[in-house]
């Protein structure tokens, strides 16, 4: 004792031999004549029972002192009982041997609120579906990796701290860096455009990204996992609307044929592979398309609020079928001053948001590769051009035209998942009130 460890799932092809199960007490039901105790390992639960009054007491008395979260290594017989809900069989227990104790009570239960969740994440996670959110993390990026690699794509790792800030100055955290002012990075942005000036010509990161934003929504984190992707040679937007397409196509299959099943059963969940192309919106005509919908903020706003964008996703389900589009030729007012505008209306922008099912997960654009309208339109948006300068002398020696988009993961797996929380998309989520675990 112990032995090598047979898996939950496994224990039906193991009838009337005696296995060595790995896991945690779930339950305990401590009878006057017999002893039931509910194990989990990652694959799923048994029942362990014992007859009081056996041949040996010091297993009766390890169960009795049993605590439900202590990590248990049990031997015994599998046997059929066709009664037990688990399976149709428990394990008739030989040994049961303590690894680690739980302390008692424990601090979470299912009734816990979000915040109190996420103070014991670990025993939140532990006990419920949300490990699903993980594995299916881990799909999803091994999906991006592969096509990724079919379509000639570099990795990067880029700097986290920065000298300047990497988009705009207002959401950006200042940190001491030995007595002079740094920054986290707020997107790999110029430094992947930094990648293509280098030559290296299809380009992609998936790392983390910082947001000085005090906001408490669900679908904001100060600090989440970006996915970056840059091209370079591209003919138009389009270019990169369609790798997006065939990105996250293979994401779904993957998805759907790994953990479908386990993603209808854990949270209910119907995983489908969407068909492409995706629809495509102007913004101008989703703007008339919300407004004879009713949706009339206040002010003249051309930018879509949370509102504007649940309300679109639902009329383009409801008139294309589709649960993502993409709203392009955003006004140049809300997009940054690097976004290429084209040349039969210098009033938008060659950019996209990608829409899925009403929450915004993807902001992508052509850039603008000519050195002096770059530096033209930084100045038009009143922006101090000095810092910008290991960025914008990219431009001065040859960058060809690219465009690229930021993907939130934490995002994608929120809707994905139909999870109520980017908190619960996130193994340690950090915001404005929380930095602890
Ligand atoms: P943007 O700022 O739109 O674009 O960010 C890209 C994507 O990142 C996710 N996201 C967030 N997720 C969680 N919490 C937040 N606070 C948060 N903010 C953004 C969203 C969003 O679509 N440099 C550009 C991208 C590009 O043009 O390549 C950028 O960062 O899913």
Redesign the pocket.
């Known amino acids: 004792m112990p032995g090598m460890r047979t898996l939950v799932r496994d224990l039906r092809g193991r009838l009337d031999e005696t296995v060595v199960v790995y896991g945690w007490v779930t339950t305990l039901r401590l009878q006057r004549v017999m002893q039931f105790v509910i194990v989990r390992d990652p694959t799923g639960m048994v029942q362990v029972v014992n007859r009081r009054g056996g041949e040996d007491a010091g297993l009766e008395r390890t169960l009795d002192e049993l605590t439900v979260e202590s990590a248990v290594v049990v031997s015994g017989r599998v046997v059929d009982n066709p009664i037990v809900k688990l399976g149709g069989l428990e394990i008739v227990a030989e040994s049961v041997e303590v690894l680690a104790r739980s302390d008692v009570p424990l601090p979470v239960d299912a009734n816990t609120n979000l915040e109190q969740r996420l103070d014991w994440r670990f025993l939140d996670v532990r006990r419920s579906a949300q490990g699903l959110v993980f594995d299916v993390q881990t799909t999803v990026e091994r999906a991006m990796r592969a096509v990724a690699d079919a379509e000639g794509f570099t990795e990067m790792h880029t700097p986290k701290l920065m000298g300047t800030a990497s988009?705009s100055g207002a959401e950006v955290f200042r940190v001491d860096y030995f007595g002079r002012r740094a920054f986290l990075a707020?997107?790999?942005?110029f430094f992947?455009q930094m990648a293509i000036a280098a030559g290296i010509e299809r380009v992609f990161e998936i790392g983390p990204?910082f947001?000085a934003?005090p906001?408490f929504t669900s679908?904001?984190?100060?600090e989440?996992t970006?996915v970056?992707?840059?091209m370079a040679w591209i003919s138009g937007v389009e270019d990169v609307m369609a790798f997006e397409e065939r990105l996250l196509v293979r994401v779904l299959e993957e998805v759907k044929a790994r953990h479908g099943a386990a993603v209808a059963e854990h949270v209910g969940v119907d995983v489908t592979v969407p068909a492409v192309p995706f629809p495509r919106i102007t913004m101008a005509e989703a703007i008339a398309w919300l407004r004879s919908d009713g949706w009339n903020p206040e002010g003249d706003r051309v930018d879509l609020d949370p509102e504007g964008e649940r309300r679109l996703s639902a009329l383009v389900a409801e008139r294309h079928g589709h649960e993502f589009v993409f709203v392009t030729r955003f006004p140049i007012g809300v997009r940054?001053f690097y976004?290429l505008r084209p040349d039969d209306d210098p009033t938008v922008t060659e950019?996209f948001?990608?829409l899925w099912r009403g929450i915004?997960?993807?902001?992508?654009?052509q850039r603008e590769h000519r050195y002096e309208v770059v530096v033209r339109q930084a100045d038009e948006k009143g922006m101090d051009t000095a810092p910008l300068t290991d960025y914008l002398n990219c431009f001065r020696f040859g960058t060809p035209p690219h465009g690229?988009?930021?993907?939130?993961l934490?995002?994608?797996l929120m809707v994905l998942l139909g999870l109520s929380s980017?908190r619960e998309a996130t193994f340690l989520f950090r915001g404005p009130g929380r930095l602890t675990p």
Not at 186 to 189: E, I, L, M, R
């Open positions: 988009e707020q997107s790999p942005q992947k990204v947001r934003e906001s679908r904001h984190a100060t989440f970006g970056d992707v840059e940054p976004h950019s948001d990608l915004e997960i993807t902001t992508g654009a690229g988009f930021g993907l939130g934490n995002r994608l980017i």
